[in-house]
């Protein structure tokens, strides 16, 4: 075994792979919020099907697709590692447990959260990319050519009560997962410092209420006001 792969199946250095790939994926969320605003253009949904047909058409894009897959799936791997690897650790719980003395609700159940949003994630796939990549949408002509009308599966998504409750609640899991995940990433890292940790703290608590209440306010929108 390298020095590479011993490095990195340590609990470290899952540890540094969940950091690299959480970030990794907060940019992800950030470029994906940007291209969903186009929903709220009144244009009949123009700008978001010429968006959706970039991102399907654009050989660059196709690329990142692959990488952000293995980011997920790199995540959730080793997630599940470090929490077997740390039941293994102490198999026994001790007598009297306080918790809630020495840590937040959301750092002792990131693994209920990051199931929540994984379940969310399948469904999601299913429902809009899936369709979006290998065919299932009606046609729509724009500015004479024809093209994946995925603005109307949205729209009638987002008009179904029980998908809209689901979204909402995988933004509020997805909320509390980064508010903890972003801060944990820079700390294992090792850029965590008396002098810049609050900032880090404070961006990554901003970061992450705005960018899921970015995607929520997008189904409540379509269901309540459309």
Known sequence: ??????????????????????????????VHLIGNLQLFNDDGG?????????????I?????????????????????????????????????????????????????????ILVFLIIHLWNFFVPARFGGLEGVVIEGAEYENLYIRVVESFQIWWYVAIYVVAMVALAYHLI??????????????????PFIQKFGYAFSILVCLGFAIIPLYFFFLY
């Open 1 to 30: 075994m390298s020095w590479f792969t011993k490095t990195f199946s340590s609990t470290m250095g899952r540890k540094i792979i969940m950091s690299v790939t959480g970030l990794f994926l907060c940019s992800f969320l950030v």
């Open 60 to 116: 660059v894009i196709r690329i990142m697709e692959i990488v952000l897959v293995a980011g997920f799936l790199f995540h959730i791997y080793d997630a599940i590692m470090l929490v077997r690897r740390n039941k293994a650790a102490r198999p026994v719980d001790y007598v009297e447990q306080r918790p809630q003395d020495n840590s937040t609700w959301s750092s002792r159940n990131m693994g209920l959260l990051g199931t929540v």
């Open 46 to 58: 123009a700008s978001f099907n010429l968006y959706s047909y970039f991102m399907a058409n654009n």
């Open 180 to 197: 903890h995940g972003f801060q944990s990433a820079f700390q294992t890292l090792g850029l965590d410092h008396k002098k810049y940790t």
